[in-house]
């Protein structure tokens, strides 16, 4: 799977990119609201869409480097939306809600 922008479909403001400049990881752009919360996207390949389509599994590996582990998510449907007033107005970070 691929990390993909936009992170949220329609917003296309510049995304938080974790590990830039880390070679040893990939690049991770993500969506990050004040409240901390952050929504990343990610796109699978065929095969892998296949994978799971026919096992159903999918595994997360998280490294904490032994640090309490953070509470984590996975989602098939967006967790996040514009709403309908937002249309030109990107600069406020909190102007998404939860989808309906």
């Not at 590990?19 to 929504?39: K, M, S």
């Amino acid at each position: 799977m691929t990390p993909i922008t936009p992170v949220i479909p329609g917003d296309f403001t510049t995304p938080v990119i974790y590990a830039e400049h880390q070679p040893e990881y990939i690049n991770l752009p993500a969506h990050r609201q004040t409240d901390g919360t952050v929504t990343t996207r990610w796109r699978a390949t065929w095969r892998e869409r296949l994978r799971v389509f026919l096992f159903g599994d999918v595994w997360l590996t998280i490294l904490t480097f032994n640090a309490p582990l953070q509470p984590v998510k996975l989602d098939a449907h967006c967790p996040l939306k514009l709403p309908d007033d937002a249309e030109d107005d990107f600069s406020d970070p909190n102007v998404l809600t939860g989808c309906s």
